[in-house]
């Protein structure tokens, strides 16, 4: 009984608002059609009355103002931008009207047609009146950013940010501009407020992700490159910079991957792809895939021949190709590395028996292996440092090992490189007893292992 009475109210309410609606929907839309009758009819009213004003005077400052901020409002620039051009030469005339204001949208109105001249002409007009208009701000800063003028920018868009920090494109634009002059700290964390708005403004993540990388946090900006490396427009340099930070973390393959991803993307500036190529040649010769880092360097060498040290780092790569022992010294792993010198220093002094007293690895640029020579004619404790470069040594480095000799109590010293010694240290070694043993001699040592082997 109770439930049979329940669903007689719900019957009588609906039928309540059913004819409620019935007889009262027609006033409804009446009133709506109203509203927006009224919209428009503000607007002819305007433009019948500011028309009906011009024809009896055509530099009716009241009318050409309210067509001016009519088509402002609306959006019509290229009216507006005619109207207040036309208040901008009246303003003289007329004290009541407002030059910051007309200036200033005159500004905005030229900005929006890309007449950037006329935009920053009338905005510095404004400027004079009203220096700490959030609005005036944010346009020269614009401007600014617009002509690379990053640092003019920063400062235009810090005074409109200080007004109106919820503006999401001032700060997307100041914070793009503070990363373009380095200022990565202030930079990240505007950069870091606009994403948070915009998750989908790449220019801003690619930014975003640069300034973590500048600041250390390597981390994050790997996870933001990533993210990046399929874009059409940001790929395949968010490639190369996820790339060099794998490389440069050792995770050769990871890095040999998004080098490969950034190659794939069609539309590639001429540096970019000979930087990814150069950086993937570089990532193989870490893994002693020398055939194949050649190949790369090659490529760029087709298409860009003149790029960094690409015809010294072509001949160094096939030299190594040719020569097991020299790409040992210069490139394998550091155990591999000592072996090789070890053995140098077993077979350096024919017919003699060898005790090694020490070995010293210096942060893998050179090993010192201090030993114990007994031949038939003498015996003696030398020093022998390998330098692991392909450059120029220097008088430092030898002055450096005189001192370690002394420390050591060696009778002699002998430096081998796979590279050339300077002038200085040449003269430093005259009158000591260290032998230098560059590039050329260094081979013959390997030719007389390999021999040996034979």
Not at 132 to 156: H, T
Not at 172 to 187: C, N, T, V
Not at 200 to 205: A, E
Request: glycine content about 4%; charged content about 30%.
């Amino acid at each position: 009984m109770e439930y049979d009475f329940l669903i007689i109210i719900g019957i009588v309410l609906f039928s309540v608002v059913f004819l409620f609606g019935f007889f009262f929907k027609d006033e409804f839309f009446r009133e709506r059609k109203k509203v927006k009758k009224v919209k428009e009819k503000d607007r002819n009213k305007i433009i019948k009355s500011s028309n009906k004003k011009l024809a009896i005077n055509p530099r009716d400052p009241d009318a050409i103002l309210a067509l001016a901020d009519l088509y402002f409002r609306e959006g019509t620039w290229d009216r507006a931008f005619k109207h207040y051009s036309m208040l901008i030469d009246l303003c003289p005339l007329y004290p009541s009207l407002d030059e910051f204001e007309i200036s200033l949208n005159y500004g905005i109105s030229a900005l929006q047609l890309q007449n950037f001249e006329e935009a920053y002409k009338a905005l510095m007009v404004a400027k004079n009146i009203n220096a700490d208009d959030p609005r005036l701000n944010y346009n020269l800063g614009y401007i600014e950013f617009i002509k690379k003028n990053y640092e003019k920018a920063s400062v235009y868009l810090t005074r409109s940010y200080d007004a109106q920090s919820e503006n999401v494109q001032n700060t997307r634009l100041l914070g793009i501009s503070l990363y373009k002059i380095k200022k990565y700290s202030e930079a990240s964390i505007l950069l870091e407020k606009a994403t948070e708005y915009e998750p989908d403004d790449k220019d801003s993540l690619f930014a975003l992700a640069h300034c973590y990388c500048e600041l250390g946090n390597r981390e994050k900006a790997l996870l933001i490159f990533t993210h990046l490396r399929p874009d059409t427009k940001l790929g395949a340099k968010a490639s190369l910079m996820a790339g060099t930070i794998n490389l440069n973390q050792k995770q050769y393959n990871k890095a040999i991957m998004d080098f490969e991803i950034g190659l794939r993307h069609k539309k590639i500036d001429l540096d970019t792809r000979s930087e990814l190529l150069y950086r993937l040649a570089v990532s193989y010769v870490r893994l002693q895939e020398i055939e194949r880092a050649l190949n790369l360097l090659r490529e760029i060498q087709g298409i860009n021949p003149n790029y960094k040290d690409i015809n010294d780092q072509i001949t160094k790569y096939q030299e190594l190709s040719s020569n097991k022992n020299l790409k040992t010294f210069l490139i394998a792993p550091t155990s591999d590395f000592i072996t090789l010198c070890k053995t140098i220093t077993m077979d350096f002094f024919t017919q003699s028996r060898v005790k090694i007293l020490d070995i010293t690895i210096i942060k893998n640029q050179y090993t010192d292996i201090l030993a114990e020579i007994d031949t038939k004619k003498w015996e003696d404790i030398i020093l022998f440092r390998f330098i692991r470069s392909t450059g120029t040594v220097g008088e430092l480095v030898l002055r450096e090992l005189y001192s370690r000799c002394k420390e050591l109590r060696a009778g002699r010293a002998f430096c081998i490189h796979a590279g050339e010694f300077s002038d200085g240290a040449k003269q430093f070694v005259e009158a000591r007893l260290i032998d230098l043993i560059p590039k050329k001699d260094l081979v013959k040592l390997f030719e007389r292992l390999s021999l040996k082997r034979n």
